[in-house]
């Protein structure tokens, strides 16, 4: 099997748009809620507030974000996040940031070069280092988030607040429900949903 080049722009800007349409959704959503749903936590530990997983989701765009242009030069490592705690409280200026995000995806192939670099992934204090490419790491920023929007979902239907069935599902399951809905007349999905509300985010 033949790689394609992860470097050309004809494969990275799928890649981007759908972040792109991720984050964007994201946005919407929490237009739509009030300041006390997004800062209100939940868990024994209090670990769980859709702020927080907000705050995570940010996080990791803006530490990709700040290595894209600069590729073997400096290694990406998730683990050195901002955690900027204002994020979690502050509705207001957290989708002020995913604007910003959005903005800066949408300029990446034609303000930040390409290129490969490398990525540090802390495993029980043991770093290794690994190849990595904007493209991978745009898959891997695409599903994180997704997967965050998911107990995002989950966390404001417990709250009362309407969630749109589409909301936090990968884009390969909803075009599974599109297929079974035409294949079955209009019946879909066993596929798998929203995510279970066990991962705390740090």
């Given at each position: 099997m033949t790689l394609p080049d992860w470097k050309a722009e004809e494969f990275v800007s799928p890649i981007i748009d759908e972040n792109m349409h991720t984050l964007a959704q994201l946005t919407a959503f929490l237009e739509s809620l009030d300041d006390a749903l997004y800062r209100g936590v939940s868990g024994n530990r209090g670990?769980?507030?859709?702020?927080?997983?907000?705050?995570h989701v940010i996080d990791h765009y803006l530490t990709f974000l700040g290595l894209a242009?600069?590729?073997a030069d400096e290694a990406l490592d998730y683990e050195q996040r901002q955690r900027d705690v204002a994020l979690e409280e502050d509705?207001?200026?957290?989708?002020?940031?995913?604007?910003?995000?959005?903005?800066?995806?949408s300029g990446i192939l034609r303000d930040k070069p390409v290129k490969p670099f490398?990525?540090?992934?802390?495993?029980?204090?043991?770093?290794?280092?690994?190849?990595s490419s904007v493209g991978r790491e745009l898959v891997f920023l695409a599903n994180h988030t997704v997967h965050h929007m998911a107990i995002i979902g989950l966390l404001a239907e417990q709250a009362g607040q309407?969630?749109?069935?589409?909301?936090?599902?990968?884009?390969?399951?909803?075009?599974?429900?599109?297929?079974?809905?035409e294949k079955n007349g209009g019946s879909k999905k066993s596929a798998c949903n929203n995510a279970g509300s066990g991962v705390s985010v740090s």
């Amino acid at each position: 099997m033949t790689l394609p080049d992860w470097k050309a722009e004809e494969f990275v800007s799928p890649i981007i748009d759908e972040n792109m349409h991720t984050l964007a959704q994201l946005t919407a959503f929490l237009e739509s809620l009030d300041d006390a749903l997004y800062r209100g936590v939940s868990g024994n530990r209090g670990q769980h507030s859709i702020g927080k997983h907000v705050r995570h989701v940010i996080d990791h765009y803006l530490t990709f974000l700040g290595l894209a242009g600069k590729g073997a030069d400096e290694a990406l490592d998730y683990e050195q996040r901002q955690r900027d705690v204002a994020l979690e409280e502050d509705r207001e200026s957290a989708i002020h940031c995913l604007v910003g995000l959005a903005r800066e995806l949408s300029g990446i192939l034609r303000d930040k070069p390409v290129k490969p670099f490398v990525l540090n992934h802390n495993s029980e204090g043991h770093h290794q280092l690994f190849s990595s490419s904007v493209g991978r790491e745009l898959v891997f920023l695409a599903n994180h988030t997704v997967h965050h929007m998911a107990i995002i979902g989950l966390l404001a239907e417990q709250a009362g607040q309407q969630v749109d069935e589409s909301f936090g599902v990968n884009p390969s399951t909803l075009r599974y429900w599109a297929q079974q809905e035409e294949k079955n007349g209009g019946s879909k999905k066993s596929a798998c949903n929203n995510a279970g509300s066990g991962v705390s985010v740090s």
